[in-house]
């Protein structure tokens, strides 16, 4: 029992005892503050001293003051000018409050807790050098070594900046002076890590209130190049074509009204990216004058691009681009692209090919590549498209492809329509593929094969294939094809070469065939005098449950030969060889 009684006297006495303790150093600390502060203006000499030791601007103040117990050293400056770098009146300031850091209070710096202050008048401009200045104080530029001034204020904790008024003059675009009000900045230091949060008032004219936010990486100024950012600042309501007098990047726009958010990075050895979230309506504009106008009901998505070491990286996510009655992009395109000399890759979800031509037009896209596309005359419907690269893109080392295909169409080269309306699946790559698809009214231009395109009313096909040095080695699981000539279906293995079809096996039946179309389908390898032959000699006739094989080299494909002979028209051919 009288251990119980110890143990809860020695509680209630170390209770006691530290509550005294507290009040003591708190008024121990209350008297040493007001020691050091109660006649803190007479120290005002000294302190303006070190602040121009520390940022090398000379500084006067007009009255230097305390506010009281604080737990932080507190003072309160009035009449603060700093001036330019000729010596000139630059940052003037009614009232700064200051929390001292003890630390560095006791090494003989200035250094803050936090620095308030409530409703300046701020001028940020540029001159027509370029250069940088803060109501006449001269930012650093990049290149120029460190800035003594800033990078004093990097080493205050945190300052807060209310009710502020930025006047931003642009003296290298000779803009208007522009005129942001309401403004509130924070500026948090710790260590390397340097955060900033801004928000202002634009006149209403060109957008409601603007916010930003930006976290920088790095300790000395003088290596920026070592530095990482990210800086997002959005706005809605935003008239860009009323900002053109101060962002050139709008010169082309004649019209775009809505909410915007820009996302910059910087990456140490300064590769950069920039990220737009957009909703804007009624764009209007011509990004070259070589270009037709581009004109849109409403853009929305997001659009990002980056630089890399030898070329750029795009992406967009919930891309819609909707022109009056019709979306240029439906569904949204979500679309990855690297592009560099080494190599590339590219995904997207799925593009309607057709409205492509109209994009193309109205974009700054390669002339290459502008070409090549109008060329290929693409249209349909694609999905799932997946590729990448080694290599040029001309002639690349090897490659990847993949991807559904509806209604497609395209040329190789600036001949006929090499494919028109297949729907089916693709993969290839440097070693073959595979193919597989079915549909109706396909045209297919094998111009090196067969003297005309072949048309097909329906088809479904199985294919894949294999690339072997100059060769491609083609084996056909399943053809089942028919137009007005014939209908039926087809197998085997086909090599291809440079010089057209070679050593082959295909083997088929046609439910129905035409003789007087066979001449359509007699390879290029057939001298043109056979081929001119079965042409005129064929005028009519109708062949049933027809079976053929075809065996051997194509290059050396010279007859046909019939098992049976019959003067009928529909003799069923059954082998057809080589010489």
């Known amino acids: 029992m009288i251990y119980r009684h110890i143990l809860h006297f020695s509680r209630r006495a170390l209770l006691w005892g530290g509550t005294v303790a507290a009040l003591l150093m708190a008024l121990g600390w209350g008297g040493v503050q007001w020691v050091i502060l ?4 007479q120290y005002r000499a000294q302190l303006m001293a070190v602040f121009q030791q520390q940022t090398g601007l000379r500084i006067e103040v007009g009255a230097l003051h305390s506010v009281g117990f604080r737990w932080l050293p507190t ?16 940052l003037h300031l009614d009232r700064v409050e200051g929390r001292l850091s003890l630390l560095s209070f006791f090494q003989g710096r200035i250094d803050l807790q936090a620095l308030l202050i409530d409703g300046p008048t701020l001028t940020l401009g540029r001159d027509a050098q370029g250069r940088f200045f803060l109501s006449g104080i001269p930012l650093p530029q990049p290149q120029a070594g460190p800035s003594p001034f800033v990078d004093w204020l990097l080493h205050q904790g945190y300052i807060h900046i209310t009710h502020a008024t930025l006047y931003w003059r642009d003296e290298a675009l000779q803009a208007p002076l522009l005129k942001l009000d309401q403004g509130e900045l924070s500026l948090s230091n710790q260590g390397e890590h340097h955060g900033l949060v801004l928000a202002f008032a ?21 290596q920026f190049q070592r530095w990482s950012a990210q800086v997002s600042a959005e706005a809605y309501q935003a008239d860009l074509a009323a900002l053109k007098p101060w962002t050139p990047a709008l010169n082309q726009l004649q019209h775009a009204y809505g909410h915007i958010k820009l996302t910059a990075t910087l990456e140490p050895g300064q590769q950069w990216g920039v990220q737009a979230d957009l909703d804007v309506h009624h764009v209007q504009g011509q990004l070259d004058p070589a270009l037709i106008p581009l004109n849109l009901e409403r853009l929305r998505g997001m659009i990002s691009l980056r630089t890399l070491d030898t070329g750029v990286e795009v992406s967009t996510r919930q891309l819609t681009l909707e022109n009056g009655d019709h979306s240029l992009l439906t569904p949204p395109l979500d679309l990855h692209l690297i592009f560099e000399k080494t190599g590339g890759l590219l995904s997207l979800n799925q593009l309607y090919l057709d409205h492509l031509a109209e994009l193309l037009g109205a974009l700054p896209v390669p002339a290459a590549l502008r070409q090549q596309l109008q060329d290929a005359h693409l249209k349909g419907h694609v999905a799932a498209l997946e590729a990448n690269w080694n290599g040029p893109l001309e002639q690349p080392e090897d490659y990847q492809f ?20 297949f729907t089916g699946q693709v993969q290839a790559n440097t070693q073959g593929g595979q193919l597989k698809g079915q549909g109706k009214d396909l045209v297919l231009d094998l111009a090196q094969v067969f003297a005309l395109p072949l048309q097909l009313q329906t088809f479904s096909a199985e294919a894949s294939w294999k690339n072997r040095h100059a060769q491609t080695q083609v084996h056909i699981r399943q053809l089942t094809l028919s137009n007005e000539d014939l209908a039926g279906m087809l197998g085997g293995d086909l090599t291809l070469g440079p010089a057209g079809p070679g050593e082959s096996h295909l083997s088929g039946e046609l439910t129905r065939a035409s003789p007087q179309a066979v001449w359509r389908y007699v390879p290029l390898s057939v001298p043109q005098h056979t081929r001119t032959w079965l042409r005129q000699a064929l005028l009519g006739g109708k062949g049933t449950q027809v079976r053929f094989e075809v065996k051997g080299d194509l290059q050396r494909f010279r007859f046909f030969a019939c098992k049976r002979r019959s003067p009928r028209p529909n003799c069923a051919m059954t082998r057809i060889g080589p010489c």
């Open 202 to 222: 634009p006149p209403q004219k060109l957008a409601a209130p603007v916010s930003l936010q930006a976290d920088f990486y790095g300790s000395d100024l003088g």
């Open 75 to 90: 003072v309160v400056l009035e009449q603060v000018t700093i001036d330019d770098a000729q010596g000139n009146p630059g």
């Open 402 to 421: 993949k991807g559904d295909f509806e209604h497609f169409q395209g040329r190789y080269g600036h001949s006929l329509n090499a494919i028109r309306d």
């Open 38 to 41: 109660h006649h803190v203006d």
